[in-house]
């Protein structure tokens, strides 16, 4: 605090001084403008009314609503009314058009290609990556390698009901045996030799002989005679040298020996039908679609 002994007269001004001084320039002790008073009093005041009439208090369990009942919740449900009320022709034509059919309209498919865009990067990117590519464990969706179907109607299946998940009924389902205990090591690391052949022009041939003949006993009834793979049961093709989980001989390996159990959600349990619908058309159109 500033002495009273410390203030002083300004001999210029005959206003007495705070007693602060820098440099030996001392502050004179003049009174606020009346009009920055009156400013702040009508803020303190336009405060006090805004805290009455908008939700601004916190309390235990939430915050004071307000007189006026307003809310950016509100205003965001609002908001997305109106622009249902916009598109409500479009999603009712969206519910009601054949898939396959879609392209044949071109606003309604501009609209659902924005509309999946926009549920996919929400929904789905997390896993399968913001331009779709995939990564390991994910499948990569813009390209021409489907585990069960590419054409729109099958993705549409896909998405509602999802791969090996326990909340769906419909969803896929599909198991690959844990072959480390069926077979010895030698005979798996022929088989992943026979495997490797059929992409990799690198590969022990004597080897992937031997593996071919295992290949046939244990693993064509699923994959295929050429293991090009069988979309009925979500086989992949191991001939194309797309991998979910690795085309090297080590992640072949462990492939074999300990399976694979990949799990998708059922969307069509969280998604309006519309965004399911849509979220496949934009899937469809990313370029891989069959």
Not at 151 to 176: C, F, K, L, P
Request: aromatic fraction near 10%; charged fraction near 20%; glycine fraction near 10%.
């Amino acid at each position: 605090m500033t002495d009273m002994a410390d203030r002083k007269v300004d001999e210029e001004t005959g206003v007495e001084t705070t007693g602060h001084s820098w440099d030996g320039i001392e502050e004179l002790n003049n009174p606020l403008p009346r009009w920055w008073l009156w400013t702040l009093y009508l803020c303190i005041i336009w405060g006090i009314g805004y805290t009455i009439a908008y939700p601004a208090w916190p309390m235990i369990s939430g915050a004071t609503t307000g007189a006026l009942g307003w809310s950016t919740r509100g205003n965001v449900a609002q908001d997305i009314k109106e622009h249902e009320g916009q598109n409500a022709e479009l999603v009712a034509a969206l519910l009601q058009t054949d898939l396959d059919t879609l392209n044949e309209n071109a606003d309604l498919n501009r609209y659902a290609i924005a509309r999946g865009g926009a549920v996919f990067r929400a929904q789905c990117s997390q896993c399968h990556g913001s331009g779709a590519a995939g990564a390991v464990g994910y499948p990569n969706l813009l390209d021409n390698d489907w585990l069960w179907g590419g054409e729109i109607a099958q993705i549409a299946y896909t998405v509602r009901h999802g791969i090996r998940n326990d909340t769906d009924d419909d969803a896929h389902w599909s198991q690959m045996p844990a072959f480390g205990d069926m077979l010895e090591k030698e005979e798996i690391a022929a088989t992943v030799e026979y495997v490797v052949s059929l992409s990799n022009s690198e590969f022990d041939s004597d080897l992937a002989a031997t593996g071919a003949e295992l290949f046939a006993e244990n693993c064509a009834s699923c994959h295929g005679d050429a293991a090009l793979g069988d979309q009925d049961q979500g086989a992949p093709n191991l001939a194309d040298a797309i991998w979910l989980y690795g085309g090297d001989r080590e992640s072949l390996t462990y492939t074999i020996v300990n399976a694979r159990f990949g799990v998708m959600p059922a969307w069509g349990q969280r998604l309006s039908d519309e965004d399911v619908r849509a979220v496949s058309a934009y899937v469809h159109a990313l370029g891989g679609g069959e």
